[in-house]
């Protein structure tokens, strides 16, 4: 079995091929092709990769190139991890967008959008050589945006990719190390999308605890999210455990007010924890998995992408939260919208389990943040600028059609991006 991965240049390769050689009894890949553009990254993390493997297992041949048509040849899972723009465009973004008083997160904030429509190009050309060149595997997708990603992928690219993303697994590891209980004892009835989760519901080992999560638990925060508290009484008043970029959301001016105070900005922070990383893998005398890789955002990034190849792979029917067509799970969205939700997953993929209507309290939100998503999609696919414009004016952290113009704009300009 092949595994290709897409950005395997990626500082986090690692802990992706440490996972694989963990549940290697599971998953029976014996090749692992690392495919990336940047040859002199692409030579360092490879060659970690390779003394590391080594070690853990042998038997899993690991070799790297820049060449698309040997990585993808044959292959049975894709995985996609790539920046396109590098660090650098994820800190111009933020810059300009900080500078216009809108948040610039490179996900939820309108530095998204940007990640998405230099992305969605990029990967849907890759999906075309799949066609060729693997035309059965399946495509794991990290690359973020995820959701937006995976949306333009599923419908304009590639019908096998599930999209995921560590978020809702450190909510549910969060939750088991408060029970003392195994994850796989907690259930999340988690609905929205990515980055954008409200777990409604909670059961540990079959019986509810949503209250008790409710009442000891502060929300799940990533790393690169600035900490910082809701009133107790909003939280209670919804009544939903929260994936942590929601705070971009409730608490907007007081998130703009604390990333407007950060001296550095999250991509100057990762290109610092990247540079001490590369240092670590150039040194030819190491050879094991290092612990600054624990200051990147993806934690157990490795355990979800490996445990869903498993469950496709053995046909587990396994729930896992992901990222995949609604097809009416949610009633308050489009089928073709991308949700992240439990769904089961077996050989065939991902069916999302049923969901019914969302809450009044946070439908608004849920439905907005989709109509900016899927006019972004729109947008890149079709290189439309009226699309594009109208995708910004409806992301809710925008709030000004001028604002708008003046945003894309910086974004065409800066990125390339080819639109009419
Ligand atoms: C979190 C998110 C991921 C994101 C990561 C960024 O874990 O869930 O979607 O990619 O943070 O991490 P970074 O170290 O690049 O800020």
């Known amino acids: 079995m092949k595994l290709c991965v897409i950005g395997g240049g990626s500082t986090y390769t690692p802990e992706l091929l440490s996972g694989l050689a963990g549940k290697k009894a599971e998953i029976p890949v014996n090749e692992v092709v690392l495919l990336d553009i940047d040859e002199e990254r692409l030579n360092v993390v490879g060659e970690f990769v390779i003394r590391m493997m080594k070690k853990l297992a042998p038997e899993i041949k690991v070799s790297y190139t820049l060449d698309r048509e040997e990585a993808l040849s044959g292959a049975d899972f894709v995985v996609t991890q790539i920046r396109v723009g590098h660090q650098i465009a994820r800190h111009d973004d933020t810059v300009f967008c900080l500078q216009n ?39 794991i997708n990290f690359t973020n945006p995820s959701g937006i990603v995976t949306e333009a992928l599923i419908r304009f690219g590639w019908k096998k990719t599930i999209g995921l993303c560590n978020a809702p697994i450190g909510m549910q590891k969060s939750v088991a190390h408060q029970f003392g209980v195994d994850e796989k004892d907690v259930e999340l009835d988690y609905v929205g999308l990515n980055h954008l989760g409200w777990v409604r519901n909670i059961s540990v080992k ?104 498993s469950a496709i792979y053995n046909d587990k029917n396994e ?41 009044l309290s946070f439908r608004g939100l849920l439905q907005q943040v989709k109509a900016y998503e899927q006019l972004t999609v729109e947008a890149a696919v079709n290189g439309s600028y009226d699309r594009a414009l109208l995708a910004l004016c409806n992301h809710p952290l925008v709030h000004s059609a001028k604002k708008a113009k003046v945003l894309l704009d910086f974004f065409i300009e800066r990125h390339g991006l080819q639109l009419k």
Request: hydrophobic share 35%.
């Open 101 to 139: 008083g809108v948040i610039g997160q490179e996900t939820t904030g309108a530095a998204g959008f940007a990640k998405a429509m230099r992305t969605i190009p990029v990967l849907l050309d890759y999906a075309k050589d799949m066609e060729r060149l693997c035309p059965d595997a399946w495509l």
């Open 206 to 309: 079959g019986e509810d605890r949503t209250k008790e999560v409710l009442e000891k638990l502060a929300p799940y925060n990533a790393t690169n999210i600035p900490e910082l508290d809701y009133d107790p009484t909003f939280y209670h008043a919804l009544g939903c455990y929260l994936n942590g970029y929601l705070k971009y959301y409730y608490l907007e001016e007081e998130m703009l007010e604390s990333l407007k105070k950060q001296t550095k900005t999250r991509a100057q922070v990762v290109m610092e924890v990247e540079e001490e990383l590369l240092a670590y893998y150039r040194d030819e005398n190491n050879d094991e998995k290092p612990e600054s890789l624990s200051k990147r955002g993806g934690a157990y990034y490795s355990h979800i992408a490996l445990s869903l190849i």
């Open 319 to 359: 729930v896992h939260i992901v990222n995949t067509l609604n097809n009416g799970a949610i009633k308050d969205l489009s089928d073709d919208a991308s949700v992240e939700i439990p769904s089961v997953i077996n050989k065939t993929g991902a069916h999302p389990l049923t969901a019914g209507h969302v809450d």
